[in-house]
């Protein structure tokens, strides 16, 4: 597999001249349940949620632990914007390592799990806080198992995410939307030939032409509320404008130029969980830091203007009950806060906390 990807096993490699991208999906699948069936149970206190504001992955962990209420359950550890081709560091905090874990780089708890770890160092990543080892790194099982066998840890009025009822529905959304669009972007950025760039593009843009269709008379991706599906596509779209129309080549047009979606993406901005979570100056640091065979300079961008994120979006008219029978999550924990100058809701008069 490795002489065929060698993107898949070199640390700071992300583009094969001449080929595709083709995403590593092997994943640390050890899952953490109610009735730990293998061998970690849901416990309060015993995990740490590793999550990089700036990885759109890690992000959707964020907001799914903010918007069920886990803080008091599970803590967060987030590694700053930026890495080198072994690890994401942990250089924002105090001495440069993780108050908890007491590790400078993610790969430790990786080593610890498994010596010979032979993939990349990714993020959201679960980990033991009692070995000090990663339990798993299967972001898209992880914010499944959040919401379901998590359960006896929700706060009060935290939301269904994952409706039984919908679960078809939303496992068919979510599915077409990694493939196109969360994946879609990074097969326009990563991609080694102008012929496998082209067919990434148009397949990103027909599939953003479908959603904007369908959101253009709902207000959510399936049924009245917001659900996993959401969450997931937000992450995507808000990171469009800011990384992907440039940095990636996703450039037919501007998130802020398709009205639905975006009025979309605004409506889950300045809803709390949401936008409360990203951190635009880290989002840019990371891609245009770090991707350095798409970006040797390694400048990053002033822009864009992010006001616009903060303007009335309209979308209430279209009915639906953000968080259903349940509630808003209420302010965001100190020491979890974004920082004001890397958002626009820290410059709103009136906006909630972030």
């Known amino acids: 597999m490795t002489e065929h990807h060698p993107e898949h096993s070199t640390g700071g490699t992300y583009t094969v001249k001449g080929k595709e991208f083709t995403r590593d999906t092997r994943y640390i699948a050890t899952r953490i349940t ?19 504001r700036a990885c759109p992955w890690a992000n959707r962990a964020i907001i799914v632990r903010r918007l ?31 108050p908890v874990l007491g590790i400078e780089r993610l790969q430790e708890a990786y080593l610890r799990r498994d010596p010979e770890y032979p993939r990349g160092i990714t993020v959201p990543a679960m980990v033991d806080v009692t070995t000090g ?14 919401s379901t066998e998590w359960r006896a840890h929700h706060r009060a009025g935290a939301p269904d995410l994952y409706p039984e009822r919908l ?30 760039y082209e067919r990434a593009y148009d397949r990103l843009f027909a599939a953003l032409d479908r959603l904007e269709e369908h959101l253009t008379t709902r207000r959510y991706l399936v049924g009245d509320t917001i659900t996993e599906a959401d969450v997931r596509l ?11 129309h440039g940095h990636f ?39 245009y830091v770090v991707h350095t065979d798409i970006n040797p300079t390694q400048v990053v961008p002033k822009g864009p203007d992010l006001s616009g994120w903060v303007t009335a979006h309209g979308r209430e008219a279209l009915g639906g009950r953000p968080f259903g029978s349940g509630t808003a999550p209420g302010q965001v924990r100190e020491g979890e806060r974004v920082d004001p100058a890397h958002t626009p809701l820290g410059r709103q008069s009136g906006a909630f906390s972030s």
């Open 34 to 52: 109610a009735d730990g069936q293998d061998g970690f149970p849901a416990e309060a206190g015993r995990y740490r949620l590793v999550a990089a």
């Open 68 to 98: 069920l209420g886990l803080e008091d359950a599970i803590s967060l550890g987030t590694p700053g914007p930026t890495h080198d081709a072994r690890s994401w560091t942990f250089d924002l905090d105090p001495d440069g390592r993780d």
């Open 133 to 146: 080892a990663v339990v798993t790194n299967d972001y898209a099982q992880l914010t499944l198992d959040l």
């Open 167 to 196: 679960r078809d529905e939303i496992d068919g959304m979510n599915d077409t939307v990694f493939r196109d669009v969360n994946n879609g972007v990074y097969r326009c950025g990563f991609a080694g030939s102008q012929d496998a």
């Open 234 to 244: 937000f992450t995507t779209l808000v990171r469009f404008d800011a990384v992907y």
């Open 249 to 287: 080549k996703a450039n037919r047009n501007k998130l802020s130029e398709m009205p639905a979606l975006w009025g979309y993406a605004r409506d889950l901005f300045q809803t709390p969980g949401f936008g409360d979570t990203v951190d635009f100056q880290q989002i840019k640091e990371h891609y």
